[in-house]
């Protein structure tokens, strides 16, 4: 049983570009969020999703987009790369009442 | 909004001691859950233990032990007979309970060492 997977892992990007974080779960959960980790800091939500084709945003989404085409997939995409997007990002996924959310193992990505 | 607060950024104990890690919380809800969340050098995020606010018992987990105080809004972890394993960041959380999806609200963090 796999949880919740990342892909990818680790990423380089310059200022401007473009890429998609993605995330799969498979637990069979409605919930998804996608949260940030800034040195010092606790994580941060960025966006969530209660379910298939719905999201909707956190406490830090500018500069962000997010899609849940599939129950199992929330993605997360940056438009235009900045510096202050270099983070450690996390996916995460929950059931509704059941609130502990389960954790994937993070993308590192930094943006020169 | 909800805040959570961890006054301690870094804590270090001799192995086999007893360390309890600090947390204060804001909030104007009623329901909640609160969360400790271990994060090890590899990044991983790891459930450590969580409590539901209705609840006065407080929770247990093996070595691992809360203090909830909701009047005072403290939620401090106990680790007793600590390990060498148990070196890594640990996070406080929050969360809202009732319907809809809530993110965690997590506090930033404390360090703790456990020296051999």
């Known amino acids: 049983n796999a949880g919740v997977t990342q892909t990818p892992k680790f990423r380089v990007l310059k200022t401007g570009q473009s890429m998609t974080l993605l995330c799969a779960q498979d637990?069979?959960?409605?919930?998804m969020y996608w949260y940030r980790q800034d040195p010092g800091m606790g994580l941060r939500l960025i966006h969530y999703s209660v379910g298939e084709g719905t999201t909707a945003k956190g406490e830090v989404p500018d500069g962000y987009n997010v899609s849940r085409l599939k129950k199992q997939n929330f993605l997360l995409g940056l438009e235009s790369a900045a510096p202050s997007q270099t983070s450690v990002y996390f996916c995460a996924s929950s059931y509704p009442r059941v609130r502990p959310q389960h954790f994937g193992d993070g993308t590192r990505l930094s943006i020169l | 909004a909800q805040t959570v607060t961890q006054s301690q950024p870094e804590m270090s104990v001799q192995e086999a001691e007893t360390v309890t890690l600090s947390c204060t919380y804001d909030?104007?809800?009623?329901?909640?859950?609160l969360f400790w969340y271990k994060q090890p050098p590899s990044r991983q995020m790891i459930l450590v233990i969580r409590q539901e606010a209705y609840k006065q018992q407080n929770a247990t987990e093996n070595r691992f032990s809360v203090n909830f105080q909701k009047a005072a809004k403290s939620f401090s972890l106990k680790i007793s007979d600590s390990q060498l394993g148990d070196t890594a960041m640990y996070f406080c959380a929050f969360m809202r309970a009732g319907g809809g999806a809530d993110g965690l609200t997590f506090g930033k963090g404390t360090h703790l060492i456990i020296q051999p």
């Open positions: 637990m069979n959960h409605e919930y």
């Open positions: 909030t104007s809800e009623n329901n909640y859950y």
